[in-house]
């Protein structure tokens, strides 16, 4: 809703907020995937048939 709101008037306090609020949840999700074990990862990567 904050994203149209604030490119079609260009209200730059209203842009940051927007941005922000975008950049927040994509930030997390790079974090999870920076941070997860790798060990589990590569378990569950072994363990099929071939």
């Known amino acids: 809703m904050a994203f149209p709101l604030s490119r079609i008037p260009r ?8 941005d922000t609020l975008l950049f927040i949840p994509i ?10 074990n790798q ?6 990567l072994d363990s099929g048939s071939y």
């Open 11 to 18: 209200i730059a306090l209203i842009a940051h907020v927007a």
């Open 27 to 36: 930030a997390y999700l790079g974090w999870q995937l920076l941070t997860r």
């Open 39 to 44: 060990g589990a990862n590569q378990t569950i």
